[in-house]
């Protein structure tokens, strides 16, 4: 029976308030924030799943991207997260909330696991205590707990393979091995991002602790989760082996151009992923973004003393932490091309620990510095939980998401009604949506209603400056057979000539906002 790490009265308390904590921001959060199209991507397999029999995506329009037999098929991400999806519905019903709820929980997880972890490194439960409130509270981390993508859950699968792994493997070496690479293989049939960074953690954890112990035997419980998952993903595969290529290397494609041009990527990885990261929305909170550096500026000095200190580097944790940075940074920078701000959860933990490390560090050796520490950390906490306030206090969900499908719900009754960003789904129905960026240049499709929101006039502003043909098209097309009908500042909907719409709101005729980037759109507020 494994024994989970015990402590006084005031470390469990303080365990049960910093998860309370989090929990408490991740619910105001889920509540809040307006759903992004990557929650419709990813809901709307597992609800068709549900309804139909089929993990197929019709809410995708395949013409003119890699997305071929979509309304079948859903290849281009892993299949664990449909499944676990199309479970959770089961039990809590479908909806946005509970999709979130599934990310929710799965930080929570997450955030016990990384505190075992910590703990069996550096047996301080104080570090550990310190590391899992960083990271409760960190912005990156709370906000993919409320939002309904694969990331957390395969980040959960990955803390829980280390935790198991470390608690296991003192009596029970092969069902350590077992379960840990179970885990490591759930995570990569969640997210490829995630299965390698967990792959690599735990190899790591297995040589720098138990090299003498591994035996060829121990290929048995390291190989089979693998073989049995890559079985039962196969199957799903032979059901279109075409359809399968297609999307799985056109979304691949995408992400291994660094490979090709590394200092472009190392140039990206800076200034879009971590800086563009950690200023996300900047254009509507410059001030609060541009202080936001800080933190970033704070993590990279921590886990910079980390390596050079001597006497810090030379413990198990900071061994242990180095190891990760280093085949972490190395898989983001050449095996995630697009480059998004998302990925900043595979070093959130890396950065917590390090901060964690170089702050019990300062405050034992340098009594007489505890004061100004500790006005640091309130700074530095005041300044993460920034953000996630100011979006609970925005409320877009309500003022701007929930007007917006007001507007349109008693109007769309037939599939693809609504050309517009697949979130939509949550509000009208996937079968009424269709989400199509190229705005039917390629279908040919002409849809009753139009709805643009920041994704997609980033789209348009892109293709402005690189396809002009799609950009002279759409402004062809609604100039002359559709026109504005309601806008509240988020989202624009535009009307078919032919449709009598009378709602209230402020019709404006639309014109392309500058695009913050590639993908930037879909992780901003």
Same mark, same amino acid.
């Given at each position: 029976?494994?024994?989970?790490?015990?402590?006084?009265?005031?470390?469990?308390?303080?365990?049960?308030?910093?998860?309370?904590?989090?929990?408490?921001?991740?619910?105001?959060?889920?509540?809040?924030?307006?759903?992004?199209?990557?929650?419709?991507? /990813?809901?709307?397999?597992?609800?068709?799943?549900?309804?139909?029999? =089929?993990?197929?995506?019709?809410?995708?329009?395949?013409?003119?991207?890699?997305?071929?037999?979509?309304?079948?098929?859903?290849?281009? $991400?892993?299949?664990?997260?449909?499944?676990?999806?199309?479970?959770?519905?089961?039990?809590?019903?479908?909806?946005?909330?509970?999709?979130?709820?599934?990310?929710?929980?799965? +930080?929570?997880?997450?955030?016990?696991?990384? /505190?075992?972890?910590?703990? $069996?490194?550096?047996?301080?439960? =104080?570090?550990?205590?310190?590391?899992? &409130?960083?990271?409760?509270?960190?912005? #990156?981390?709370?906000?993919?707990?409320? #939002?309904?993508?694969?990331?957390?859950?395969?980040?959960?699968?990955?803390?829980?393979?280390?935790?198991?792994?470390?608690?296991?493997?003192?009596?029970?070496?092969?069902?350590?091995?077992?379960?840990?690479?179970?885990?490591?293989?759930?995570?990569?049939?969640?997210?490829?991002?995630?299965?390698?960074?967990?792959?690599?953690?735990?190899?790591?954890?297995?040589?720098?602790?138990?090299?003498?112990?591994?035996?060829?035997?121990?290929?048995?419980?390291?190989?089979?989760?693998?073989?049995?998952?890559?079985?039962?993903?196969?199957?799903?595969?032979?059901?279109?082996?075409?359809?399968?290529?297609?999307?799985?290397?056109?979304?691949?494609?995408?992400?291994?151009?660094?490979?090709?041009?590394?200092?472009?990527?190392?140039?990206?990885?800076?200034?879009?992923?971590?800086?563009?990261?950690?200023?996300?929305?900047?254009?509507?909170?410059?001030?609060?973004?541009?202080?936001?550096?800080?933190?970033?500026?704070?993590?990279?000095?921590?886990?910079?003393?980390?390596?050079?200190?001597? $006497?810090?580097? =030379?413990?198990?944790?900071?061994?242990?932490?180095?190891?990760?940075?280093?085949?972490?940074?190395?898989?983001?920078?050449?095996?995630?091309?697009?480059?998004?701000?998302?990925?900043?959860?595979?070093?959130?933990?890396?950065?917590?620990?390090?901060?964690?490390?170089?702050?019990?560090?300062?405050?034992?050796? /340098?009594?007489?510095?505890?004061?100004?520490?500790?006005?640091?950390?309130?700074? &530095?906490?005041? #300044?993460?939980?920034?953000?996630?306030?100011?979006?609970?206090?925005?409320?877009?969900?309500?003022?701007?998401?929930?007007?917006?499908?007001? *507007?349109?719900?008693?109007?769309? =009754?037939?599939?693809? *009604?609504?050309?517009?960003?697949?979130?939509?789904?949550?509000?009208?129905?996937?079968?009424?949506?269709?989400?199509?960026?190229?705005?039917?240049?390629?279908?040919?499709?002409?849809?009753?209603?139009?709805?643009?929101?920041?994704?997609?006039?980033?789209?348009? $502003?892109?293709?402005?400056?690189?396809?002009?043909?799609?950009?002279?098209?759409?402004?062809?097309?609604?100039?002359?057979?559709?026109?504005?009908?309601?806008?509240?500042?988020?989202?624009?909907?535009?009307?078919?000539?032919?449709?009598?719409?009378?709602?209230?709101?402020?019709?404006?005729?639309?014109?392309?906002?500058?695009?913050?980037?590639? +993908?930037?759109?879909?992780? #901003?507020?």
């Amino acid at each position: 029976m494994l024994k989970f790490p015990n402590g006084g009265t005031l470390h469990k308390l303080s365990l049960a308030g910093i998860l309370g904590l989090y929990l408490s921001i991740a619910a105001g959060l889920c509540l809040t924030k307006v759903p992004v199209c990557d929650e419709g991507f /990813y809901a709307d397999p597992a609800v068709n799943l549900i309804r139909n029999g =089929s993990m197929g995506s019709p809410v995708l329009e395949s013409a003119g991207t890699f997305l071929k037999g979509i309304e079948r098929y859903t290849y281009w $991400e892993m299949p664990l997260h449909i499944v676990t999806q199309a479970g959770w519905y089961e039990l809590f019903g479908a909806s946005l909330f509970s999709m979130r709820a599934l990310s929710t929980a799965a +930080g929570l997880v997450t955030l016990f696991c990384w /505190y075992v972890v910590v703990l $069996e490194i550096s047996n301080r439960k =104080s570090l550990a205590l310190l590391a899992m &409130f960083l990271a409760a509270i960190d912005t #990156t981390f709370l906000s993919l707990a409320a #939002t309904g993508r694969t990331d957390m859950l395969s980040v959960m699968f990955g803390g829980a393979a280390q935790a198991s792994y470390l608690l296991l493997r003192t009596k029970h070496f092969k069902l350590a091995l077992f379960v840990s690479h179970s885990l490591v293989a759930a995570s990569g049939m969640t997210h490829p991002i995630g299965g390698l960074t967990s792959l690599a953690a735990i190899i790591f954890l297995q040589l720098y602790f138990d090299r003498t112990r591994l035996a060829l035997a121990d290929l048995l419980p390291v190989a089979t989760p693998y073989l049995i998952g890559g079985l039962g993903w196969g199957a799903y595969i032979m059901k279109s082996p075409d359809v399968f290529w297609s999307q799985f290397s056109g979304n691949s494609a995408e992400r291994l151009w660094p490979w090709k041009s590394p200092l472009l990527a190392l140039k990206m990885e800076i200034l879009q992923r971590f800086i563009g990261g950690y200023r996300v929305g900047a254009a509507s909170w410059t001030p609060l973004a541009n202080l936001r550096l800080l933190i970033l500026v704070t993590y990279v000095g921590c886990l910079a003393t980390v390596a050079a200190r001597k $006497e810090l580097r =030379s413990s198990r944790l900071a061994r242990t932490l180095l190891a990760y940075a280093s085949f972490t940074f190395f898989i983001l920078l050449f095996f995630e091309g697009a480059k998004q701000s998302w990925y900043l959860i595979h070093v959130i933990w890396i950065f917590t620990v390090a901060l964690a490390i170089s702050l019990h560090w300062h405050w034992l050796r /340098y009594p007489r510095l505890r004061p100004a520490i500790a006005v640091g950390v309130a700074v &530095f906490v005041c #300044t993460e939980l920034g953000y996630p306030t100011l979006l609970i206090a925005r409320n877009r969900y309500r003022n701007s998401y929930s007007t917006a499908i007001a *507007s349109l719900a008693n109007r769309v =009754s037939e599939p693809h *009604s609504v050309m517009g960003s697949a979130e939509l789904g949550f509000g009208l129905g996937f079968e009424k949506v269709l989400d199509d960026h190229n705005f039917g240049y390629y279908s040919g499709k002409e849809p009753p209603y139009i709805v643009l929101d920041p994704n997609y006039r980033g789209f348009l $502003e892109r293709f402005r400056l690189e396809r002009p043909e799609i950009y002279n098209y759409f402004q062809s097309l609604t100039a002359s057979k559709y026109r504005p009908v309601y806008s509240n500042g988020y989202y624009d909907v535009l009307a078919r000539t032919d449709i009598a719409f009378l709602a209230k709101g402020t019709a404006t005729r639309f014109t392309a906002a500058p695009s913050p980037g590639p +993908g930037a759109s879909r992780n #901003t507020e």
